[in-house]
């Protein structure tokens, strides 16, 4: 898929004036990036996530990153499409940390916050789907650890449900 973006992008935009390709670019990776997010997030996308899952995700927005990076639109900013995939970066980066904890302690503050583009909702969403996969591989849990795990998960999506809720009353 990139290396049809990276060649339509290098012969249809030289024909185009400067500032048409910059905004198709930038359209086309903002799409881009919210068909990767929604493919996390829906149900009717994906209706289970595991960590190798994930792992393989980060390396496909890896990719992304990297044709941003090059913005094959000429006369351009190197940086101008990274935008587009900061989002889906920060969700990713925050499951493959698996940091809950300070993600929900510092979700208020956006300047110390690692994840300040990903919203509580989505976040949920996704640690549900990654929870029902764990649930799915075991329906028994004899081990104390894996109990624990899962009491922790449902607590920190219960947390995630009331910031989603609050942000939503503060932003009404």
């Given at each position: 898929m990139l290396n049809f973006l990276q060649?339509?992008?290098?012969?249809?935009?030289?024909?185009?004036p400067a500032d048409v390709?910059?905004?198709c670019c930038l359209d086309a990776c903002k799409h881009i990036g919210k068909k990767l997010l929604n493919f996390l997030v829906s149900k009717e996308e994906s209706t289970q996530i595991n960590l190798n899952g994930?792992?393989?995700f980060n390396w496909d927005v890896i990719k992304c990153e990297e044709f941003a990076e090059?913005?094959?639109v000429p006369s351009s900013e190197p940086e101008m499409l990274k935008p587009a995939f900061e989002e889906v970066r920060?969700?990713?980066s925050l499951f493959m940390s698996m940091d809950w904890s300070g993600y929900v302690a510092d979700y208020r503050n956006p300047y110390r916050s690692k994840y300040p583009r990903v919203k509580p909702?989505?976040?949920a969403a996704v640690l549900e789907k990654f929870k029902d996969s764990e649930q799915k591989k075991s329906k028994f849990t004899f081990k104390r650890g894996e109990r624990d795990r899962r009491r922790f998960l449902d607590t920190i999506i219960k947390r995630l449900h009331e910031?989603?809720?609050?942000?939503?009353?503060?932003?009404?």
């Amino acid at each position: 898929m990139l290396n049809f973006l990276q060649s339509s992008f290098q012969t249809v935009f030289t024909a185009l004036p400067a500032d048409v390709a910059k905004t198709c670019c930038l359209d086309a990776c903002k799409h881009i990036g919210k068909k990767l997010l929604n493919f996390l997030v829906s149900k009717e996308e994906s209706t289970q996530i595991n960590l190798n899952g994930i792992k393989g995700f980060n390396w496909d927005v890896i990719k992304c990153e990297e044709f941003a990076e090059t913005c094959p639109v000429p006369s351009s900013e190197p940086e101008m499409l990274k935008p587009a995939f900061e989002e889906v970066r920060q969700l990713v980066s925050l499951f493959m940390s698996m940091d809950w904890s300070g993600y929900v302690a510092d979700y208020r503050n956006p300047y110390r916050s690692k994840y300040p583009r990903v919203k509580p909702r989505t976040v949920a969403a996704v640690l549900e789907k990654f929870k029902d996969s764990e649930q799915k591989k075991s329906k028994f849990t004899f081990k104390r650890g894996e109990r624990d795990r899962r009491r922790f998960l449902d607590t920190i999506i219960k947390r995630l449900h009331e910031l989603a809720e609050t942000s939503k009353a503060d932003s009404d």
